[in-house]
Each structure stands twice: as C-alpha cells, then as structure tokens.
C-alpha cells in the first residue's frame, strides 16, 4: 500500500487522481479557507489548514501509517511565471517560489519513500529547481515536460512534472499510442444549454457570466478556433487598434467542439479573459465546463448545496488546480516504480 499526503493540495485535483490510480491520500495540506469543503467532501482525506513553512517533518511522518509506503506530493503556487498578471512579478517571485524551497525541506525532514511535484515548465530554468534537486539527492529522479493532451486532458497544458524514488528508478508510464485526443465536446458536450447569465437549475456551478451588449455582439461575430480580427471594425477594442495590441490574438476567442480547449486559467469564465467562449452557444464556459476541462469528474462537489459560487474564488481553484487525470497517470507510474 502506497499512502500520500498532498501539499498545496487545493481542492483535490491532484489527490483525486491519485487516489483513482490506487494511492491511499491521508491527508492535504493548503492555507486557503476556500480549498477545506471540495476536499473533504470528494476525498476521503483530512484538510490541514496550514501555511506549509509552519509544518515540519515530525508532523508529516505522523500521518503516515507504520509499515506503508510512503509519498509525498506537492505543487507549489506558480502565479511568478504567469502571463496574466506580470505586474509585482519579482516580489512574488521572493515569497512564491520559496514554498518550492519548503517542499524542498519537507522532503528532507520527512524522507518519504517517494516524491511527485508538479508546476509550471519554466521552473526549469529558475535557480530554486537547481536548489530543489538537492532535496532529493538520495533520490532516482525522472524529470520531464508533459503535454497533458497526450494523457486524456482535452487541453493544452504543458506542465513540469518530478518523479522521485528512494525504492529504484521511475518515470512517468507512456501515453497509449493511437489512443483518440480527448476533445471540448467529449468533455463538456453533454451539459444543458445555456444563454449569457444563466445557471443551470440542478447546478449551480454550471452558470454562465453575464455579457455586456458589445460582447455579446462580439461573440455572435466569433468563429470557433477564430479570434477578435474575424470582427468587423465596429466591435474591435481599442487596444487592439493599437500596433501593440495587434499581436494578441488569443483573447475574445470561441474553443473548438472537436479540438482542445485552451489552458484552463483562473480567469477562464470570462469570454474576453482568452479563447474561453464556448464552441457554440454565445456565452463564456461555465464554473463546472472549466472543471470538466481539467478532468474533474461530473459529481465533483465544490459547494455545500444551494450555496451560489463566486466566479473569483471558483475560477481561480479550478484553474490552479492539478488536472484529475494528470495525477491518476502519476499514481499509475509511481506504483510502478515501487
């Protein structure tokens, strides 16, 4: 038996994967209120509400029962690389990245027997992944860059992911070949209709942003797979008018029914937030849409019952969120690997 804890786990994407590959996950460790009852609820785990550099090693090893295998997993906060919001990026690149560095030393503190992290590719080439490697120095270490497409994941989502194993080598199991590409209309084809606005009576995670007059002519002008300069000139923004506008294409666009979406963000109930507008009803994609997208499965409860979601907090644990199928293929290979 193979028992995890989840650092940084949010409201389970990663520990819901690794349970459904065969990992028992005890328990999930994140400072944010919001992440307490889609975790509790979905997973059969304890919710630790904890800044990580307040836990040590002795707390962890705790929570592992006597006699298992042991995992450790985490994913880091990665707002120091986005391109949405640049702004302030070298103050948090200072406190960001230096919850990379207490995973680092939970692994050091704890020794688990094996170590799944994942974050953003461009960690690579930052000097606190150099430092991080140091952590699992006693360690068979398989690093790589994952195009989750290739797993079942209906969008472009390019992530790092770390394998590390104290019992022998690993590495993530390979994508099946000629398997069919997961698309937007498998995942999300199946969902009541929808106009700007609405909520879907059964489920309130399904409602669609409101859209003002001009994009709503905007999206009824949208091609799917197109971008803002299908448009005649009369519904074009002003920042686009500009020289330096022109080259940002990929805002206020429609998905594709039989393509991948775009990378899920934590904007992404918002039609002028990226191609987030849906193939073919005039409106955005829903809370629940973005959380199919990132494989959640259909029942995957993120409210108590009748609560209404705010889009802000929703979208952005959604679109931080570790796709569900991701961390299923990471069980799948670390029990492999035992």
Known sequence: ???????????????????????????????DPDCRFAYVANNNA??????????????????????????????APCQPFSTYSRRGRKLR???????????????????????????????????????????LRDYFIWKGVVDCSQYGVPQTRQRLVVLASRKGQVSLIDPVKNDPTATVREAIGHLRRLEAGDSDPLDGMHTACRLSKLNLRRIKASKPGGTWRD????????????????????????????????????????????RFGHPEQN?????????????????YKFLPKGEVPKFSVMGRLIGNAVPVRLGEIIAMSLLRGR
């Not at 406190?95 to 960690?123: A, C, Y």
């Not at 409106?283 to 029942?299: K, S």
């Open 1 to 31: 038996m193979m028992v995890g804890i989840d650092i940084f786990c949010g409201i389970g994407g990663l520990t819901h994967g690794l349970i459904r590959g065969g990992i028992d996950v005890v328990a999930g460790v994140d400072v």
């Open 283 to 299: 409106r955005a994609i829903t809370l629940r849409e973005a959380a199919l997208l990132q494989t959640f499965p259909d029942g």
């Open 93 to 135: 690149a200072d406190t960001k990245w230096g919850l990379v560095s207490h995973f680092g030393r939970l692994i050091n503190e704890s020794r688990p027997d094996f170590v799944t992290m994942e974050n953003v590719p461009q960690l690579l080439d930052h000097p606190v992944f150099d430092e991080f490697l140091k952590s």
């Open 46 to 75: 304890k919710f630790i509400e904890k800044d990580v550099s307040s836990i040590g090693g002795d707390e962890i090893r705790a929570l592992w029962p006597k006699g298992a295998s042991t995992l450790l997993a985490g994913c």
């Open 231 to 274: 448009w005649g000139q009369g519904l074009i923004a002003e920042c686009h008018r500009k020289k330096s506008g022109a080259t940002y294409p990929s805002v206020y666009g429609r998905m594709e029914w039989n393509a991948l979406s775009p990378t899920i963000t934590t904007q992404c109930f918002g039609f002028g937030n990226g």
